[in-house]
């Protein structure tokens, strides 16, 4: 079984070592590594670095240089085009794998061999080693992203091995704007993961580039932002009771960018005062949004 370990690198050069050094550590596992430069302004740093890690890295390491910003996504789709492997994970520039992340998913993976399970998804660790999200009392169980999401209420993030001809078809809808929960809520119509406890990923929330950290930064595609999370809210529209707190929360974030990208009377406004007032507006406004939906079904 082969694994591809695809990273999108924006101004990686001072954090894709770590990554780099992590696959050296895996303990075993058949893999290749694509990194994708999502046109970094670093003046060549990260090209250059890219380049001496495929040069000199034990396993094989692909490399694609977009010669314009996707925002992201678009680097995990054109990844996929000229991945060889059976399943693919999302490494971002700045994570790490666990020693024996490929060890332990293969094991699930063999285990699990169904049609419908588009792989596995594990835990992940801060920098210290502290777990994110709460602990399951479970090893594993098998079901849908909704699942876990709303009826099992566990929101935290998770580290997904998926199968690389679904990763390409999911992501090949992705546009600048859309992030990778898009996908997953989109995917969790038609099939399911092995949702496992076992840790297979390490971020370190201390930097400035960690998503922790920048999930609330300003947002350069606010229309598609909102557009992905009201279509996500569709995808999951058969769990939303199930945890109406998550669903506001998604509600609001859909509203509130769909209120930041109308910059036409709030342009003189600075742009965090802008956004946390468009933030607490969204959530009534959500709300009232789920009542009218509710009365009306």
């Known amino acids: 079984m082969k694994f591809s370990v695809i990273t999108p690198c924006f101004n990686s050069s001072e954090t894709l070592g770590r990554a780099y050094a992590s696959l050296l550590n ?26 001496n890690i495929a040069a000199s890295a034990p396993f094989p ?32 520039h700045d994570d790490q794998l666990t020693r024996d992340a490929l060890v332990v998913v293969s094991r699930y993976l063999k285990e699990f061999d169904e049609e419908n399970i588009a792989g ?53 809808e992705l546009r600048p704007g859309y992030t990778n929960g898009f996908a997953w809520a989109k995917i969790s119509l038609n099939y399911k993961f092995v949702f496992v406890s076992d840790v297979l990923r390490v ?7 960690s998503y922790s950290n920048t999930k609330r930064l300003h947002v350069i595609y606010p229309d598609a932002k909102a557009e992905a999370l009201q279509n ?23 509203i509130r ?4 990208s109308r910059k036409n009377i709030f342009m003189d406004l600075p742009g965090k005062l802008a956004s946390r007032f468009f933030y607490f507006l969204g ?5 009232f949004k789920y009542l009218m939906d509710k009365r009306s079904s």
């Open 283 to 287: 959530i009534p406004l959500a709300y």
């Open 203 to 209: 971020y370190d929330m201390t930097l400035p580039t």
């Open 257 to 260: 960018h769909r209120l930041n």
């Open 61 to 92: 390491v692909k490399l694609i240089f977009l010669d314009k910003n996707h925002f992201g996504s678009r680097s995990t789709y054109e990844a996929c085009l000229i991945a060889s492997g059976d399943f693919a994970c999302i490494l971002d």
């Open 120 to 172: 596995v998804a594990g835990r992940c660790v801060n920098q210290l080693g502290v777990l994110i999200g709460k602990r399951s009392r479970e090893d594993f169980f098998i079901g849908k992203e909704g699942d876990l999401r709303f009826k099992r209420r566990m929101t935290f993030e998770t580290f997904q091995f998926t199968k690389l001809e679904i990763l390409k078809k999911y992501f090949s």
């Open 26 to 51: 895996l303990t075993s596992g058949e893999f290749e590594w694509i990194l994708v430069d999502d046109c970094s302004t670093d003046e060549g740093k990260t090209r250059s670095l890219m380049k």
């Open 232 to 254: 996500t809210l569709e995808y999951y529209n058969g769990y939303l009771f199930w945890n109406p707190i998550y669903s506001l929360r998604i509600a609001a974030s859909s």
